[in-house]
Each structure stands twice: as structure tokens, then as C-alpha cells.
């Protein structure tokens, strides 16, 4: 658990005091919000996969083929983008959004702290909720592969594409959608994280799911330069093979459960 909020103790204290004072006094009401988590995940969703829509359809040049992960499959068409950008958001318009606000309903009557949370505080609790959400997701991930009935029913939708591209990260079924919002909510929760580290929580979270699935294998992937990070490699591999590579995101869980596959 994170300690009590002491702002101004680095020197990006006044920085980021100044942001969430800006926030909380500007932008209380959408911060606290129902709707939040849910249009932001669409959102942020939206906005990171753009730059991967652009590779790709740009993506049969010989320069960009060297950075994709299925060299030899041709990059997904506008089509095939713009048919996945709908299923998704009637997903979230339908049952994510209603279902999360619900959940969210008794937070709208919390007090937003004064304080913002130092640098070092934000550093460490993004971690831990990264960290924390990552075991949670490998051990449900497991379950969803493992139990046939779990894998028919929530999981299988988002095995469709042997090689997904950035968008496909959340074609996955309603279910599904949903218990990854719950476990990411539970994880901030849990580490008991300043409402400013949540949402940045959320928005890394978000960018390494897209990172994941985009079929690329860039040069300045984080996974390059955070070697405990798999990558998309790492899940591309578990898009093709099925029984390796659980993790989202580190790679520890799977190198101790032997199921880590590095090819
Ligand atoms: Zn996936
Ligand atoms: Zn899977």
C-alpha cells in the first residue's frame, strides 16, 4: 500500500501539485465522473492505435516490412480497421459503459485529496499497479486457456487473428472486456494509488496492450528498452501458439511457470 500523499518533495512536486490543482479545481466533475474509465479506455484506445493505422496501411513499403512481426502477411486494410473500430464501440456503448458506470456510481461522493502525489510516489505505484495487474491478468489469462468452458465462452473471440493488429487488443468478447477493466480498477484499488497515478496507470496500460498487438517490432518498442517487458514479439507469439506466453506485459511469471517462448 502507497503511503499518505506528501506532495512538493522533489523537484517535480510543484509541477505536478500545479497540474492536479489545475485538475481537481477545473475538471472535479469529469474527473469523478461514472463515464470516466470507460471512455477514456476507448479513447486513449482509439488515439494510441492511430500512428499504427497509419504503418499500416503503408505497411507493404520494403523499409516497414523489415519492423513487422509476420513479414510475410500482407498489413490488415482499412476495412478490416474500420469493421473492428465499430464492433468495439458498440461493445462499450451497449455493456461496458453502462456496466462500469455502475460500478462506479459510489465513487462520485469521494473527496479528491488536496495533495498531489510526489514523482517518486507516481513512479512506484504506477509499477506496483503494473506489476499487480500483470499477475492478475497471467493467472486469469491461464483459466481462460486452461478450463475449455471459459475458453469458448469469454476467451476465443480474441483468438480469431493469428496475427492481431493494434485495435484487435480489445476485440475481445464483452466478458472478456469487461474483467480487464475490473482487474486494471482492482489493481489501482488495491495499491490504493493518488487518482493522478491511476490515470496515468491507466493510459501505460492501455499503450502497452496496443504495443502488444500491433504486429510490429519497432526499434524504439519499450520492451527494447526495458528488457523484462516482452513485447509484442511476446504476445504475438502467444496469438500464433496458444499455449505460451500468459503475461501481458513483464515476463517473469511465465519464465517461472514455463511457459515462456521467445521465437
Ligand atoms: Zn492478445
Ligand atoms: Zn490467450
New binding site residues.
Partial sequence: MSAPFTPRGTPCGPLLQNLWDYVRNEHDGVLLSPYLPAICALLTHVAFCAPFLVLDLFGASEWLRAWRISAEEPPPPLRAWLGCLWKIAVQYLTVVLPVTALLQKPRGHVRLPESSPTIWQLFVDVFACLLLFDTLFFFW?LC??RFPWL?RNI?QQ??QHQAPFALQAQDASTSELLSLLLLARFSAWFVNCHPLTEILFHILNTWLAVEDHSGYNLPWALHRLLPFLGGAPHHHT??SR?NVN?APYFTHWDHLFGTYSWE
Fill in positions: 489469462h481462460l486457456h475458453y476467451h480474441h483468438h502467444h496469438h496458444h500468459f
